[in-house]
């Protein structure tokens, strides 16, 4: 006996609704696979890769052929990770071309997380928990390397004092910046000051300091590293 047409559509309705359930679980599951997949195989990479390894080795991007580090986004990547910018500011460093800067100019970076600034020439320089850097070149290469802490007054000027020892600055210069500071906010009424110390090169590198600040806005201190000549 023939189903009524009514009961026929009915039917065919009901086998195209299930065909279609079926379907979508099938590409549900295929999806849900490629993605574990991918997955899968990223984290393979990732764990195989120089962030998850305890002592990394650098590619010639992101290191200088003397080791230091380079400022391209490679060698950024790498500094991060090893928590150490290495900067060489001798008589033979790289070229600012083999770190990856411009013949002439500044590039500043904010660092993901605090890092260690290593400032080498004859000896070496180490500044801890820097939270960002500039990186100064000129005439091909680079000259120098700028550092501004961000803390209090009273903690900046002890930055300057436990410094000193450390790139020449005698005690009588340190004193005379002392000076200078308490005499420029005498002069401006106390609605600002700024003293600078040094330059001393018993490093071999050209180091200063210079502390300023106005009623307006935060005291701020910046240490200049420079290569001594070209």
């Known amino acids: 006996m023939t189903a ?3 009961v026929s559509v009915a039917a065919e309705a009901r086998r195209r609704k299930e065909r279609r359930r079926r379907i979508g679980a099938i590409v549900a599951v295929a999806v849900m696979l490629a993605i574990l997949v991918a997955v899968s195989i ?6 195989n890769s120089w962030w998850t390894q305890a002592n990394p080795v650098a590619s010639n991007d992101q290191k200088a052929p003397d080791g230091s580090s380079t400022f391209r986004q490679s060698g950024i990547d790498y500094f991060t990770r090893t928590r150490v910018v290495k900067v060489s500011l001798g008589a033979d460093r790289p070229a600012s071309e083999q ?3 411009a013949s002439s100019g500044t590039q500043h970076i904010d660092f993901l997380v605090p890092l260690t600034i290593t ?7 180490s500044f801890p928990l820097v939270d960002s850097l500039d990186v100064i070149s000129s005439g091909g290469r680079l000259s120098a390397i700028e550092i501004t802490p961000n803390d209090a007054y009273q903690r900046l000027v002890g930055d300057v004092h436990a410094l000193a020892p450390q790139v020449g600055w005698s005690d ?5 910046f002392d000076a200078e500071l308490t005499a420029s906010r005498e002069a401006s009424g106390g609605r600002s000051f700024t003293a600078t110390v040094g330059p001393a090169a018993s490093t071999g590198m050209r180091v200063s300091a ?5 009623s307006g806005s935060a005291p701020k201190l910046v240490i200049h590293v420079g290569a001594v000549g070209r």
């Open 172 to 176: 009588s210069a340190v004193a005379a």
């Open 210 to 214: 210079t502390l300023s600040g106005d």
């Open 42 to 47: 990223g984290a393979i990479g990732f764990n």
């Open 119 to 125: 400032a080498t020439a004859t000896s070496s320089l």
């Open 99 to 101: 770190l990856g800067l």
């Open 4 to 6: 009524p047409p009514a």
